[in-house]
């Protein structure tokens, strides 16, 4: 019994700080020129800012806790060696396609400005929207619809994306509280990145330069994931 805690003790516990820092730089990273970003960059022109910011954050913050409660069910279903193993095969594979990616940009001299997913938003929200910031009636769109609208889009761009599915990894990985915290200020301050430089500050992303560095930071990850082991997340 005495020998049974002492190894409890001998094993240490999931850092929270860990979690949070490897949580906010994976956003940073992933959401920096994504279509997200775009989608506020872009509503921010338009529409009041505050409320952009409001719909815009609030739809990544509710995605992150519900990625977050994914991975908790996770550990839950699997062993916890196997979802720590799962979480590195997913950082390897990720820092492996944008590396690559990246590489194929710099050989063909393509990707020093944003990506292709800046004219798809601009075009989406062309097609779905007014020209104007104003209503059929006229008037301005009110602040409750200008945040409906950024929430919706923004959490239908995030489904699925990459950042989501690395955060569901981190958080059946790591400390969970950690990666909720650091998923939902890394992701608000990319929004208010987003809203208050606009267009500007997205035009002004290098496509390769966000990708090479995501690249690079999911590698370190895998790397730590496999020199840690499972037993010191």
Not at 111 to 122: R, T, Y
Not at 127 to 135: C, E, I, L, M
Not at 151 to 178: N, V, Y
Not at 188 to 217: D, H, M, N
Request: proline share 3%; glycine share 10%; charged share 15%.
């Amino acid at each position: 019994m005495a020998e049974y805690a002492g190894e409890s003790l001998a094993a240490p516990p999931s850092s929270f700080g860990a979690a949070f820092s490897t949580t906010i730089s994976m956003i940073a990273v992933s959401e920096l020129g994504d279509k997200t970003f775009f989608i506020a960059a872009l509503l921010a022109m338009r529409y009041d800012r505050r409320a952009v910011f409001l719909g815009a954050a609030g739809a990544l913050v509710a995605m992150t806790a519900l990625s977050v409660a994914m991975g908790v069910v996770l550990p839950s279903l699997l062993p916890k060696e196997y979802t720590h193993w799962a979480a590195v095969a997913l950082f390897l594979y990720f820092g492996g396609k944008l590396l690559y990616e990246a590489l194929a940009m710099f050989r063909d001299g393509e990707g020093q400005g944003p990506s292709d997913e800046l004219a798809e938003v601009e075009q989406s929200l062309k097609d779905g929207s007014p020209a104007t910031s104003k209503n059929g009636n006229g008037s301005r769109k009110s602040f409750q619809a200008v945040a409906a609208q950024a929430l919706t889009l923004t959490f239908l761009a995030e489904w699925g994306d990459r950042s989501q599915i690395s955060t569901i990894a981190l958080a059946a990985a790591k400390e969970p509280l950690g990666v909720m915290l650091g998923g939902a200020v890394g992701h608000c301050c990319c929004t208010s990145l987003a809203v208050l430089g606009g267009k500007y500050l997205a035009t002004s992303i290098s496509e390769r330069a966000v990708v090479a560095a995501g690249g690079l930071l999911f590698l370190v990850f895998a790397v730590h994931g496999v020199f840690a082991g499972p037993n010191t997340d």
